[in-house]
């Protein structure tokens, strides 16, 4: 652990002053520019060939997600449509943690409702022919786990669980969701009565992250989670935020699968953070083959060998019916 790599919250609270992240040593950035040219390397030939060769590890994002309809933080245009909460300021206040235990209190209900789509079900079709081995994701949703793919390493945490900041204790979001519901009878009921009072669906504001928008007074009106161990109220989801960092040995073992793979297959990712950009970097340093299909320009697009810009279930369909999985 190395508490000086992590930038102190700003408005901490005494009872919050405590927080560090565990071994976080490398901070997930935020919004960076990406490539504004989209063009194609390639073609879905090359992809079956470079696949059909096997070891391949995936490494995938936001954008498989989409089509089981959980929305990208970007847009096919690549830019950001909308600004996560930081780590800084959840850790810095009790107010941003009622905020967004608020917010995710109402989209978590959608995100856990999601299914597996297309793209996700082929990914484990390869595995199971043994084209594909280890999973690497940067999705928090465990849509790859149930479409029964294995070996799966999740770089960003999960949603399924939570953590206290404070004394580490950890628990299911299930529970977590239920402790929530008991708390705050009728909060449900309040958000879409003021959603349809504004001709709002609000599923369509659901994030990547299970946040979704919502008005300031239903926020002040909700109470947020609090540890069942140690009492504060440091309950944050088992996920990396932005301005957070990968833990280091979760990295490292990363760099290993990579090390070891005849290729690495990016899949709906535009690599905008860092956290999923190094795995090319060093692939592409060491020689190995790196393809990325995914719908948006890409910050890897100069270390692939192979790049197609297309809907990903689409193309996983092709690429699975070309190896005849
Ligand atoms: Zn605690």
């Keep these: 652990m190395q508490p000086s790599s992590v930038p102190a919250p700003t408005g901490v609270t005494s009872e919050a002053a405590d927080i560090r992240p565990t071994g976080r040593l490398t901070r997930l950035s935020t919004s960076r520019p990406l490539p504004l040219e989209v063009t194609d390397l390639g073609t879905l030939h090359d992809l079956v060939e470079l696949v059909g060769g096997g070891g391949v590890v995936v490494l995938s994002g936001a954008g498989l997600s989409t089509e089981s309809g959980i929305p990208d933080y970007r847009g096919p245009d690549g830019l950001r449509r909308v600004e996560p909460m930081t780590f800084g300021e959840f850790a810095g206040s009790s107010e941003a943690r009622r905020r967004y235990w608020a917010r995710s209190y109402i989209g978590w209900q959608r995100f856990n409702a999601a299914s597996p789509n297309a793209g996700h079900r082929h990914v484990t079709e390869l595995q199971r022919a043994g084209y594909v081995g280890p999973v690497i994701t940067q999705n928090v949703d465990g849509l790859h786990q149930a479409a029964g793919a294995i070996d799966v390493t999740e770089l960003h945490g999960s949603l399924d669980r939570a953590v206290c900041l404070t004394c ?7 529970g977590l969701h239920d402790r929530m519901s008991e708390a705050n009878p009728g909060f449900m009921e309040r958000f879409a009565a003021a959603a349809a009072s504004v ?11 299970g946040d979704i928008v919502l008005a300031d007074d239903l926020v002040r009106s909700f109470h947020a989670p609090w540890c069942l161990v140690c009492g504060h109220d440091t309950v944050k989801p088992d996920v990396v935020f932005f301005g957070e960092s990968v833990p280091k040995a979760l990295v ?7 090390d070891q ?9 535009s690599l905008a953070v860092m956290s999923g950009y190094r795995f090319v970097r060093r692939a592409h340093r060491e020689g190995t083959p790196v393809a990325i299909v995914t719908r948006s320009a890409t910050r890897g697009d100069a270390e692939a060998s192979i790049r197609l810009h297309a809907p990903l279930g689409e193309t996983l369909d092709r690429l699975v019916d070309g190896l005849r999985v």
């Design 261 to 269: 793979a005849g290729a690495l297959l990016v899949l709906g990712s």
């Design 168 to 174: 580490g204790e950890v628990t299911s979001r299930v």
């Design 252 to 258: 490292e073992r990363c760099f290993d699968l990579v």
């Design 199 to 209: 001709g709002s669906q609000w599923g369509e504001q659901v994030r990547p992250d």
